[in-house]
């Protein structure tokens, strides 16, 4: 089965600072797709950011971006100029493009916290 | 507006009061899911819908019963609650039909089993 591990249960960056994310995943499928959740404290899931693993440009977002890399099964989060709205949960999830069973796995989460 | 909808929001209960968590979506999906979050376990699957009358287990469903008789809807049924079901709930609604296969996931219900 796929895991999806967030080694930093925990980050904090500077307002107007850029802070990175990381997340790693383990699958033998080639196709799939990977996002990034945001859980502000009204607990609502946000999307931020959808990459999908057959496509090897990065995704943007305005001020969020991804550093895909799809040898080292690796999915990072960088956020740009940091803003108080940014404090949140963050979860790194990842889908299979054959939409089956258990689809959908979720890493631990990392609580971002944004110093003004 | 596109949206998932849960009932309750919030919910306290006694161990052992059958209770029920709806869940509704107007996008007209196939695929829903019902997820429970606790601290340091990110989202775990309980049960999901890939169409009406389909269902299956997903990673945690001891203790929950679903069903899907509309497209639409998609409750969560506790039977029995215990303490160790205190917990987050979401659920969320996807579809193949549109690329991106992302989750559109409910407000979410926090529940409480005492």
């Known amino acids: 089965a796929q895991t999806v591990t967030q080694s930093q249960p925990e980050m904090s960056v500077q307002e107007a600072e850029t802070v990175t994310l990381s997340c790693t995943y383990d699958?033998?499928?080639?196709?799939?797709?990977l996002f990034w959740y945001k859980q502000p404290p009204s607990r609502q899931m946000i999307l931020v950011i959808r990459?999908?693993?057959?496509?090897?440009q990065n995704a943007t977002e305005n001020r969020f971006s991804v550093n895909f890399q799809k040898a080292a099964k690796s999915f990072s989060l960088k956020i740009s100029d940091s803003q108080l709205g940014d404090a949140a949960m963050y979860f790194c999830?990842?889908?299979?493009?054959?939409?089956?069973?258990?689809?959908?796995?979720f890493g631990a989460g990392t609580r971002l916290t944004v110093k003004p | 507006e596109a949206q998932v909808t849960q009932n309750p929001r919030y919910l306290i209960t006694v161990t052992g009061k059958k209770l029920t968590v709806t869940c509704s979506q107007n996008?007209?999906?196939?695929?829903m899911s019902w997820y429970r979050q606790d601290p340091g376990l990110g989202l775990r699957q309980i049960y999901y819908?890939?169409?009406?009358?389909?269902?299956d287990k997903g990673d945690v469903p001891e203790g929950y019963k679903v069903s899907r008789k509309e497209k639409r809807n998609f409750p969560l049924i506790l039977e029995s609650p215990s303490p160790n079901q205190t917990s987050l709930y979401f659920c969320?609604?996807?579809?193949?039909?549109?690329?991106?296969?992302?989750?559109?996931f409910g407000p979410g219900t926090r529940l409480t089993v005492t």
């Open positions: 969320a609604s996807s579809t193949r039909q549109v690329t991106g296969y992302e989750q559109y």
């Open positions: 999830a990842y889908r299979s493009a054959l939409f089956r069973e258990h689809d959908m796995r």
């Open positions: 699958t033998s499928e080639s196709d799939y797709y």
């Open positions: 819908s890939m169409n009406v009358e389909v269902t």
């Open positions: 996008m007209n999906h196939e695929y």
């Open positions: 990459q999908e693993a057959y496509k090897q």
